[in-house]
């Protein structure tokens, strides 16, 4: 059993940044692919990034590509979330996940191939 505990979200305004964490405690780390969420009031939720085991491989929604980067430490159980040149539309909260399959069934983000979820870290972003 893994238990995920998300922070660092917060209340910036567009163009602003923010790095979100995620810890793990519980189960081998390394042998999960991590992945960030977030999920918008009346929308469904959707995937952010994913990183492989070793973190050597990412993956990225089009909507953050060039602006998120997820980044991973193996020895300290956690992995993280730089946003920066937030805008608006990126509020939400941010929930970190787990899963144990192979880095490359996850490029799709599906939430239903991660096993384990943290309870989410709020994101404001103001115009």
């Known amino acids: 059993q893994v238990q995920l505990v998300e922070s660092g979200g917060g209340s910036v305004q567009a163009g602003g940044a923010l790095t979100l964490s995620c810890i793990a405690n519980?189960?081998?780390?390394?042998?999960?692919?991590m992945a960030w969420f977030r999920q918008a009031p009346g929308k469904e939720r959707e995937g952010v990034a994913v990183?492989?085991?070793?973190?050597?491989?990412?993956h990225y929604a089009d909507s953050v590509k060039g602006r998120f980067s997820i980044s991973r430490a193996n020895a300290e159980n956690t992995h993280y979330l730089q946003m920066n040149d937030l805008k608006p539309e990126d509020t939400a909260m941010y929930y970190c996940?787990?899963?144990?399959?192979?880095?490359?069934?996850?490029?799709?983000?599906?939430?239903?191939?991660?096993?384990?979820w943290g309870r989410g870290t709020q994101v404001t972003v103001s115009s």
């Open positions: 996940a787990a899963s144990p399959r192979f880095f490359s069934g996850l490029a799709t983000m599906d939430p239903s191939s991660f096993n384990y």
């Open positions: 519980g189960g081998s780390y390394s042998a999960y692919c």
């Open positions: 990183i492989s085991r070793s973190g050597g491989h990412t």
